[in-house]
């Protein structure tokens, strides 16, 4: 157990519906990434926040994906009007800055039929 | 092509063999990351270093700065070290990860 929860860690929907994931990190780790990880390749970044700040989005982060990290603590990513190419393992890490080392979720598997 | 490449992409061993993964980058670091992967998803840090040599048990890792290279050594491989092992490195604040490699080891 890294310290870093993740809900739910198993989601399936219908094309269509919208989907929303949550992501509590280590408690004093100002920093909190998501990654996208689909079968058989490394995970892909998606966004970083640094407190509550948004501080980057992949292009891989369409106008139908949105997160948020209100009160610089949990975090939810939300996935609108899924696509069945939106199916893939959605990661979230958290990183004390000035530490080089991120501590991963166990992940949501998300499953769009 | 990726900017960060592994090699092998799979690889099998026999029980109690030396293993070596390899990691090549493209793109500028400020550290670099080998990290294991469970089946179910899980991933764990198992070094992050910017030079030199790092050991923990049977794990060794090297990095070479100015060749942008790096390899994972497993000493004694056992059917437990069996996962996929990701090189990642960060990059502008963000980590950017190989393919992976899985690593089957048999009894």
């Known amino acids: 157990d890294t310290g870093v929860s993740q809900n739910p860690r198993h989601k399936i929907t219908k094309r269509g519906q919208n989907v929303t994931f949550r992501c509590d990190p280590i408690s004093e780790h100002n920093r909190l990434y998501w990654y996208r990880q689909t079968l058989g390749q490394g995970p892909e970044f998606l966004t970083y926040?640094?407190?509550?700040?948004?501080?980057?989005k992949s292009r891989l982060l369409s106008d139908r994906f949105s997160a948020e990290r209100p009160k610089g603590s949990f975090s939810t990513l939300e996935i609108q009007r899924t696509e069945q190419g939106d199916s893939a393992m959605y990661l979230c890490?958290?990183?004390?800055?000035?530490?080089?080392?991120?501590?991963f979720g166990p992940g949501t598997r998300l499953t769009v039929l | 092509k990726n900017e960060v490449e592994q090699s092998p992409q799979n690889l099998t061993a026999q029980e109690g063999v030396f293993i070596t993964i390899n990691c090549s980058y493209s793109?500028?670091?400020?550290?670099l990351h080998w990290l294991q992967q469970h089946p179910g998803g899980g991933i764990v840090s198992l070094f992050m270093?910017?030079?030199g040599k790092k050991k923990h048990g049977r794990l060794i890792a090297t990095i070479n700065i100015q060749e942008k290279h790096s390899s994972l050594h497993i000493t004694a491989s056992h059917p437990r070290d069996s996962a996929v092992y990701i090189c990642?490195?960060?990059?502008?604040?963000?980590?950017?990860f190989g393919t992976g490699t899985r690593l089957q080891v048999f009894p």
């Open positions: 270093l910017s030079s």
């Open positions: 990642a490195v960060y990059n502008t604040d963000k980590l950017i």
């Open positions: 890490a958290s990183w004390l800055a000035g530490y080089n080392e991120q501590f």
């Open positions: 793109v500028g670091i400020s550290a």
């Open positions: 926040f640094q407190n509550e700040a948004q501080l980057e």
